[in-house]
């Protein structure tokens, strides 16, 4: 436990600080795309994607805590605030969450942030579930997936037949089933022309991707190309310090290092260096 919030330590100074982003000549830098106001449009397109209404039993069952404020949800509002402020800071508006090893707790918080920004009327997010080996972001909601996203990102089908609508400001698009050789998808260029399509035209102020873990494979590495930063969920009593070192040099080689949050320290979410 000591090793790792040193190793915590270690990362929050070589990012200048506390700062929170890695140096610009660590990782190649995806052009943000600019902050218009919305187009007329937009209001309609959000509006028909078909809506569902998440249960808040369900919701507690999977530590999904957000959808509402109070005491359980004051961690990750904190958190969502810090990154909000970040990338507005930035310029940038899509964020990867991912972890250095599974079980680290990356869907719950990426889903607790998702939730947590629709709160805010002011805001639009979409979630994106690419962790086509072990996709769990529609168990976290406890719903049906419309159509696999795999299909949505190769063309087969649209965005509009794939994406559910959660109340008026938050879009997820989930994948119901394991995806055989999703590095394939992920480091496709259709894969990005499609993200800067669905970009362009529903212009939300954030989009999440919920990836893999780093450490058990090449599809986070495959992907990071298309994201402005990460958020690296380390997990106490599981996430060891060699594992969380190895993991954070890889993700600065290919977009910056947002921070990092120490889960389940003490009870709940651990504030990492997001500043």
Known sequence: MEKL????????????????????????QRVPRAQNVRSANVDTLWSSIPSVALQDSALLRHRIVTRNASEEATPF????????????????????????????????????????????????????????SSPSVHKSFELDPRDSIKRFLTGDISFEDQATRIGENVIASMSPRVESDPTQVLLAERTMHALDEVQDNYE????????????????????????????????????????????????????????????????????????
């Open 204 to 275: 939300p102020d954030i989009m999440i991707f919920d990836l893999p873990s780093v450490l058990k494979g090449d599809n986070t590495r495959a992907f990071l190309k298309n994201v402005d930063c990460a958020l690296i969920i380390a997990r106490a009593g599981i996430t060891r310090y060699g594992q969380f070192n190895t993991a954070e040099r890889e993700i600065a080689e290919h977009t910056n290092v947002l921070g990092v949050v120490l889960n389940a320290c003490g009870s709940g979410v651990g504030h990492g260096d997001v500043e």
């Open 5 to 28: 919030q040193a190793a915590l330590e270690k990362a929050r100074l070589k990012r200048g600080g506390g700062s929170g982003t890695m140096p610009a000549q660590t990782a190649p």
């Open 77 to 132: 509002d904190i958190l969502r605030t810090k990154i909000i402020l970040q990338m507005q800071q930035h310029g940038w508006s899509r964020l990867a969450v991912t972890s250095p090893m599974p079980q680290s707790g990356k869907t719950t918080t990426a889903c607790n942030l998702t939730l947590g920004l629709g709160r805010q009327n002011n805001l639009r997010a979409m979630l994106f579930d690419m962790d086509f």
